[in-house]
T-cell receptor
């Protein structure tokens, strides 16, 4: 079945350093969504990418969808302690089916 | 606040017992999803309901069942509980059941099985 793989599983950075997490799917995705879960919290929707090669920015966060629509990345510039949490990518399995979530990348930011 | 409510927040019970987790979706959302999140694990999709009907099943054990009521709230029933069932259980809702729908997550119910 379809899998959504995320790497790395964990990332520790110094405050001010950049951070990137990668998401790869075994099949072509019609769209990909990114969610953030703060420690002790629940996943919160960040963004959705639909078009091949799409790039979207939210302040210090840059999201990309690969040309083949099989991979995506989230890049955070100059991390802050508020960026701490687990970042999940998610894509639909097939047809009108629910999202398949990656295992997430847990980001720790050392002040 | 996502608008999705879940009760209870915490639940501690013993092995072999049965519990019911409750979820109220955002106003206007027709789809409800249930997820299980164990320690250091991702979100395991359990089941989806849309407007009262079961729409998709994930890795849901036979000991688990769910339903969505006419008022669109949903309940997840976990029976013959085992230690390994201890986890965070999230409910999420979305407007429709389309692939592009954003899911809004509730605060979760933390289940501890002793």
């Amino acid at each position: 079945g379809q899998q959504v793989m995320q790497i790395p599983q964990y990332q520790h950075v110094q405050e001010g350093e950049d951070f990137t997490t990668y998401c790869n799917s075994s099949t072509t995705l019609s769209n990909i969504q990114w969610y953030k879960q703060r420690p002790g919290g629940h996943p919160v929707f960040l963004i959705q990418l639909v078009k091949s090669g799409e790039v979207k920015k939210q302040k210090r966060l840059t999201f990309q969808f690969g040309e083949a629509k099989k991979n995506s990345s989230l890049h955070i510039t100059a991390t802050q302690t508020t960026d701490v949490g687990t970042y999940f990518c998610a894509g639909p399995k097939s047809g009108n089916t629910p999202l398949v979530f990656g295992k997430g990348t847990r980001l720790s930011v050392i002040a | 606040d996502s608008g999705v409510t879940q009760t209870p927040k915490h639940l501690i019970t013993a092995t072999g017992q049965r519990v019911t987790l409750r979820c109220s979706p955002r106003s206007g959302d027709l789809s409800v999803y249930w997820y299980q999140q164990s320690l250091d694990q991702g979100l395991q999709f359990l089941i989806q309901y849309y407007n009262g009907e079961e729409r998709a099943k994930g890795n849901i054990l036979e000991r688990f069942s769910a339903q969505q009521f006419p008022d669109l709230h949903s309940e997840l029933n976990l029976s013959s509980l085992e230690l390994g069932d201890s986890a965070l259980y999230f409910c999420a809702s979305s407007v429709e059941l389309g692939q592009t729908d954003t899911q809004y997550f509730g605060p979760g119910t933390r289940l501890t099985v002793l």
